[in-house]
């Protein structure tokens, strides 16, 4: 039976991104976990993540993941959600906090006092169904009409330093990349498990993802 | 292309059942709060709010196992909000499964619970349910916030609670008018609009919903991020994606 584990790091609730995976894919055994070993052994790993970007990297090494996780990001099918996507980035405006650096580029907080196009105030966090472009052709956008909306929850955004990363953008109101990619790696800023139809088919889609492995080792 | 505004329909639970009719053709158990919120999700709704409004503490586990019934069938955010006291009352229905906890009259006796919980499991899990009343008179516009489901008044003006949730941690209000609850003659639509255009954070507009233009209106006229309402879905008067089919038309952005 293939595993997918969900690393548990424990900041909140991971139940609804198991429970959705379970829900897709009910021959897929889904491992809540933070036992590095269990990492280790998985076909997949998903990496999700909510709450503040410096107290998650802070309980992320605490509890003996971080290499764990920065190996499965370089050679499993490993998909990022929210906090785990912003991680993966070298740095965040949110505390000021150094990430995982495995994607180049910065994590930015929404700017104060922006106003959509009627005029009204748009408030932070940026909080519900936005749409998301495809920019990329993509195995995890399979089956997903482009301008989907999918649930947003976040006050920072990522800013990747090369273009070719972006697999989605949304507009909040300006364009941000909402969905990176790179070899075995995708990283959505929406939550899927909690997006329906829509969600439910990207998970289902990561599943069954068999990507060519990135081979960037981070380490020997 | 832009944010959709929200329709949340919200469910009264007690011992672990749905009250308040709700009059879904063709359901089987018109309590079950897992078909009720499946079927609310099936019509569309954006979100859905649980208010446990159980008067025994021995019966205020019941909504655990709801929550984790919901959380393993119904694929969007739902909040759970009553009878929360601590970070711990936090800690355990996030852990069931809810995406976001709604304080109320406990954070009036301790606003450093809002804090607490925002700093250890971060505000977009952090909803404050805030219910407000008028103040009577002739001078400017002024509300007073009320607790224990609008019969004890606190003394605190609703607007400057409101800055004070948001600077503490809050990521959205839940706003309620005490005045309109119940009525369906619509929401306070200057209460909405003076918290929408006084905070940052999402407002939800709550209270006196009795069609769909009210709904329309709250967004805008009141400006709110989302609107919440309850028994005009569950008498059936109206499915969920009526309303939204209705907002579209008025111009407003929708998730359809």
Known sequence: MSIIAVIDYGMGNLRS?????????????????????????????????????????????????????????CDKPFLGICIGLQMLFERSEEGDTPGLGILPGRVRRFAHEMVGDNGQKLKVPHMGWNEVEQRIEHPLWDGIAQ???????????PDPENADLTAGISRYPGAFVCAAARGNLFAVQFHPEKSAAAGLKLLANFATWSPVASGLRATA | MALAKRIIPCLD??????????????????????????????????????????????????????????????FIPFTVGGGVRAVSDVQRLLNAGADKVSINTSAVHNPQLVADAAGRYGSQCIVVAIDAKRTPGTGPLRWEVYTHGGRKATGLDALEWG????TLGAGEILLTSMDRDGTRVGFDIELTRAFSDA????VIAS??????????????????DAVLAASIFHYSEYTVRQAKEYMAGKGIEVRL
Request: proline share 4%.
């Open chain 1, 17 to 73: 991104v198991s429970k959705a995976i379970e829900h897709v894919a009910p021959g897929v055994d889904v491992r809540v976990t933070d036992d590095p070993s269990v990492v280790r052994d998985a076909d997949r790993v998903v990496f999700p993540g909510q709450g503040a970007m410096p107290d998650c990297m802070r309980e992320l090494r605490g509890r003996g993941l971080y290499q764990a996780v920065m190996d499965a990001a």
């Open chain 1, 147 to 157: 301008n989907t909306r999918f649930y947003f929850v976040h006050s920072y955004y």
């Open chain 2, 13 to 74: 639970v007690t011992a672990g059942r749905v009250v308040k009719g709700v009059n879904f053709v063709g359901l089987r158990d018109a309590g079950d709060p897992v078909e009720i919120a499946r079927r609310y999700d099936d019509q569309g709704a954006d979100e859905l709010t649980f208010l446990d409004i159980t008067a025994s503490s021995d019966d205020r586990d019941l909504i655990l196992h709801i929550i984790e019934s919901v959380a393993a069938q119904v």
């Open chain 2, 163 to 166: 800055r004070k949730m948001q």
């Open chain 2, 199 to 202: 905070l940052e954070i999402p």
């Open chain 2, 207 to 224: 209270g006196g919903v009795g069609n769909l233009e009210h709904l329309a209106d709250g967004v805008l006229q009141g400006r709110a």
